[in-house]
């Protein structure tokens, strides 16, 4: 046969890879279709029919706004929940995603309200519940387009029946959570100084406020002293003093009741000895100060002041003011009041304190209210504001009745009005204006309408934090009024009217109706629960258990109510005092027509009488006011965790983004803590944000927004996860074009593995190899796969994304493709049928690749379900299938250390290689027959018995002890083995191109090499 060389094609002769899984992926095209295939067949379904009667694993969905397009956060928060999930369901779980939206609330109405405004149509003259049918059919509107792109990202769950707020059983269920909060008297109206937007004319929650720096107008006010009452003789020397305030917020000085101080700075008496300015103080005014600040103080006045003598607190304890503006009607004491919250970091050392318009002001008035009582000062605070920003007629000098109408804080865009400037006059005007300047500071906004907000007391209803709960007598009947008298007090903002409990949440000692004391913050309270509940929860990362903690630990009572028309009512009964009918038979009809007709039922003509029934007659006002929809979303855990028979309660986990610490976690933490006693969920997740290359957050002002939809467009939604998954999500992310970039490149080099590993397993006959019977290489291969499985599940459980990632990206560049692949492709390319080496490293592969390609299929779902699909055409998907489980034989510790000694000595022969290639002195490795010196005797029986010429990929090689020529090859990091190169001799085989001696010794098949040449003539006999 000397003429085989001319008459064979020897690359028909090799197992060459072969595979129609494609090397450009395609993803943009092919993704939609992966979609649209696992609707087709049922995908969702399938996996619950798999999962029945396995162990439940629920992560309940935090839900998104249905307002608007999904963004890049919407796309990290879905993806990570869709990670979580298939890793359970692929770990033998029934892990159900059940997504849910929130379609209540001011983002949605505010898009309604839009809407009119843009016709010149008032909201106000709809019938409320036309109103709210067209907010119900923008949410669905919206839930369906999010839906699509939710399922375009890969995330699969059972989007046929996702759980919304505005379902009539949703809604049934949130007026049945509150129903049993004011059932068990945690509810309660009250008066409170709250975060109001005078745009949207709603109170805010502080989850629904993000601050931005704001320029606002200061002013240093007098109070002119009127008394002094001390123990020992009166201090006359403070008669004809004043005490100097410094607030941002001029148009509050008409609700000013108070001035508060520390005891713990050092204050003094001054005198003006100095003064250049047009207005204000004069040489010889008396002015008291902290004396730290008083230098300062002086030169924003353009005076200079001289210390007249120390102030002791116990004589500031007895100094009663009167008001600035006294001439204008406020014709009432103002008294000094020692509070923990005045330092002598800023201003003047007294703090301005008006009641209805800080919740520090109200709570160190109301610590003082009843010793004013007693003292003959009205505790009465004030509503000196109304919802529209203007000045009511408790402002005096500013309200409808002044001259030029009401004064206006801030208009219907969120512009400062007139108020400011119409106090300041009046202060000028009364020569009680010390100072003026402007500041420029962080200001709260809300986080929809941008717009500024304003601290006004409002009638509301809370939920009490401190309340003992285990006290059933101490009901939300106990209101304390100094007058006896019941009904307007609380209405009108009389703080003494507020509920004893009330009182005693601010840690007063209070008389119940019953006697005894008020239980302040011991005991089961709200709070006690929460902090309970926080300390038994795992947070990922650890940090946010902190965060929560003290949020909890210093939040005031819980405001529900919102002053708006959609979302679900607060649907109770009260009378003029705010005591809330508690009657089983009403809560009954309320409940069924929610169920039966949703919470439009509430609004309905003749709403009342219905529900009332027999007691319609009796004194009982209908509350119109929404519930806050932080109470919507963290009552979610009651309509879908506990009514689904296919989920569970608790769920064992919550992710959302950190900002969720003061929103959905807080929310659904005090919901549960207060209707069941503990918190809703076992473990609380929390990612960051997402900003740009440059770690800017993303604007659309700057042109550095990333959109999701662009991206899948462009480079397809595994993309997205792949950088999703590489990421520390738990801090703030960066997202670019230059990371994508990375990521596909990345991805690339994945699926090239994933390519190279179908191709081969294209010959593989699904033989199985004995462990015991398999070369060193592959049992090493099948020791990192058992490495890599406890990596991979506990990553999985640890939430720990980036590390199973990382560690799969490393195995398939570095051990795979750029090691084993490269040193068994020899042997699986030539060797023939029967090589025991050969069909070893096809076992292994299959192996590599079931665990690869299921461990990635949570994160790379569309990629993976095509690579399972290419080497199983006649599964249903990966998405059905479980990890692998690892042997644990596999795990050999030994041996690995022995290869981890060989695969240093080959990184010096290939970096000796590189050089000769690079030099052109080679043109492959094959070429080479390197001398190894080896000056260690551990490394030296590491590679002893090796085959390590073909470890090396070289046709030949040497191993001698010692250290070698000084000229040789050397690495720093393996200093006892020097390489010198040298070329192989002998005949190139025309099949494996290998260099070897033994080419032509088989006369059959003279250009091929002995081994080459045994297994084409066993190839030949199969054919023949």
Not at 173 to 179: D, H, K, Q, Y
Not at 252 to 263: L, V
Not at 388 to 410: C, I, W
Not at 959 to 965: N, R, S, V
């Amino acid at each position: 046969m000397s003429d085989t060389k001319d008459t064979i094609d020897y690359s028909k002769t090799l197992y060459l890879p072969q595979t129609d899984f494609p090397m450009r992926a395609g993803l943009p095209e092919k993704e939609p279709e992966t979609v649209a295939r696992w609707q087709e067949i049922g995908l969702y379904k399938k996996l619950r029919e798999d999962a029945k009667g396995r162990e439940k694993f629920v992560l309940h969905d935090g839900p998104p706004y249905a307002n608007g397009n999904i963004h890049i956060g919407h796309a990290l928060n879905k993806i990570l929940k869709d990670v979580i999930t298939r890793s359970f369901q692929m770990r033998g779980y029934d892990s159900n995603y059940v997504p849910g939206w929130d379609c209540h609330g001011l983002p949605i109405e505010w898009k309604i309200e839009e809407a009119y405004r843009a016709k010149g149509q008032n909201k106000d003259e709809v019938e409320i519940n036309e109103f709210r049918r067209q907010c119900r059919e923008f949410a669905q509107g919206w839930i369906d387009v999010q839906t699509k792109e939710f399922q375009r990202l890969g995330i699969e769950g059972d989007f046929e029946n996702p759980y919304t707020t505005m379902a009539f059983h949703a809604e049934a269920r949130i007026a049945g959570e509150l129903l049993k909060i004011a059932k068990s008297g945690q509810l309660y109206r009250g008066s409170k100084p709250v975060m109001w937007s005078v745009v949207e004319r709603t109170a805010l929650a502080e989850a629904e406020v993000e601050y931005h720096e704001v320029q606002s107008d200061t002013v240093w006010v007098k109070f002119p002293v009127k008394f002094v009452v001390r123990d020992g003789p009166e201090m006359t020397d403070l008669l004809d003093a004043c005490v100097v305030i410094w607030t941002t917020t001029p148009w509050t000085i008409p609700g000013n009741r108070g001035i508060s101080f520390s005891s713990r700075l050092e204050y003094g008496l001054y005198e003006v000895v100095e003064a250049t300015n047009d207005f204000g103080p004069r040489v010889g005014e008396k002015l008291l100060f902290a004396k730290r600040l008083a230098e300062e103080c002086a030169a924003k006045a353009k005076l200079s002041l001289k210390l007249m003598r120390d102030l002791d607190p116990s004589e500031l304890a007895g100094v009663t003011c009167t008001h600035p503006l006294a001439r204008l009607g406020y014709d009432f004491l103002v008294p000094l009041l020692d509070g923990d919250h005045v330092t002598d970091d800023a201003g003047t050392g007294f703090v301005h304190t008006a009641p209805g318009h800080g919740r520090e002001d109200f709570d160190a008035w109301m610590e003082k209210s009843r010793e004013l009582e007693a003292r003959g000062i009205s505790a009465k605070i004030p509503f000196t504001v109304g919802d529209d920003g203007f000045y009511t007629d408790e402002a005096p000098g500013f309200g409808p009745s002044a001259e030029g109408g009401a004064a206006r804080v801030m208009d219907d865009n969120g512009k400062k009005g007139d108020a400011n400037d119409r106090v300041i006059k009046a202060l000028i005007d009364a020569d009680m204006l010390f100072a003026r300047g402007r500041i420029k500071h962080d200001y709260p906004h809300s986080w929809r309408s941008k717009k500024p907000v304003i601290f006004r007391n409002t009638p509301q209803w809370f939920v009490y934090m401190d309340k003992d709960l285990g006290n059933p007598s101490s009901g939300p009947s106990g209101h304390l009024l100094p007058s006896g008298e019941k009904g307007e007090a609380a209405a009108s903002g009389d703080a003494s009217a507020l509920n004893g409990d009330k009182a005693a949440a601010r840690g007063l000692s209070v008389p119940s109706p019953q006697g005894g004391e008020g239980q302040g913050e011991g005991g089961d309270t709200l709070r006690t629960r929460a902090l309970k509940a926080i300390d038994n929860t795992r947070f990922v990362p650890a940090g946010g258990k902190n965060r929560l903690r003290g949020m909890i630990e210093n939040r005031p009572d819980w405001v529900l109510s919102r002053q708006r028309a959609w979302g679900v009512p607060i649907c109770v009964f009260a009378d003029k005092a705010g005591n809330v009918l508690v009657d089983d038979a009403v809560n009954a009809r309320i409940l069924e027509a929610f169920e039966a007709e949703g919470a439009d039922a509430w609004f309905a003509e003749g709403a009342r009488e219905r529900f009332l029934g027999d007691r319609a007659n009796e004194e009982w006002d209908m509350v119109t006011d929404i519930l806050d929809v932080w109470f919507d979303s963290g009552s979610t855990h009651t309509f879908t965790l506990e009514d689904r028979p296919d989920l569970k309660w608790p769920a064992d986990v919550y992710l959302e983004g950190s900002d969720q610490h003061r929103g959905w976690f807080h929310s659904s933490l005090l919901e549960g803590c207060a209707t069941r006693g503990r918190a809703p969920y076992n473990t609380v997740i929390t990612h960051g944000f997402t900003m740009d290359e440059h770690g800017r957050k993303m604007s659309k002002s700057l042109g550095n927004t990333v959109v999701p939809q662009d991206v899948m467009k462009k480079s397809g939604a595994d993309i997205l996860r792949l950088w999703v998954m590489t990421t520390d999500y738990w801090d703030d992310q960066r997202l670019g074009d230059q990371i994508i970039k990375t990521n596909v490149d990345s991805y690339r080099k994945l699926r090239n593995t994933l390519r190279w590993m179908l191709g081969t397993l294209a010959h593989d006959q699904g033989e199985e190899i004995a462990l015991t019977d398999m070369p060193e290489l592959e049992r090493l291969m099948l020791h990192r796969l058992s490495e890599l499985d406890a990596l991979v599940r506990k990553g999985y459980d640890d939430f720990d994304f980036k590390r199973i990632t990382r560690a799969l990206n490393d195995f398939a560049n570095i051990e795979l493709s750029a090691f084993y692949f490269d040193v068994r492709k020899d042997a699986l390319y030539c060797d023939a049928p029967s090589s025991l080496r050969r069909r070893a490293a096809l076992h292994v592969i299959r192996k590599l690749f079931d665990c690869l390609v299921t461990w990635l299929a949570p994160m790379l779902p569309f990629t993976m379900d095509e690579a399972w699909l290419s080497r199983n055409p006649n599964a249903v998907s990966v998405h059905l299938e479980q990890f692998p489980d690892v042997p644990a034989e596999w795990k050999d510790d030994g041996l690995a250390a022995r290869w981890e000694k060989i695969r240093a000595v080959r990184t010096v022969v290939t970096g000796a290689l590189e050089i000769e290639r690079r030099e052109k002195r080679i043109g492959s490795s094959l070429e080479a027959a390197p001398i190894v010196y080896v000056d260690d005797e551990t490394l030296l029986a590491a590679l002893d018995g090796r085959d390590f010429e073909e470890i090396c990929i070289t046709s030949a090689i040497t191993i001698k002890a010692g250290k070698g020529p000084e000229d040789a090859f050397r690495l720093r990091e393996v200093a006892d083995v020097a390489v010198v190169p040298a070329l192989a001799t002998g005949t190139k085989c025309a099949r494996s191109w290998r260099v070897t001696e033994d080419v032509g010794s088989d006369p059959d098949y003279p250009d091929v090499s002995a081994r080459d040449a045994a297994a084409l003539r066993e190839l030949a006999a199969l054919a023949g």
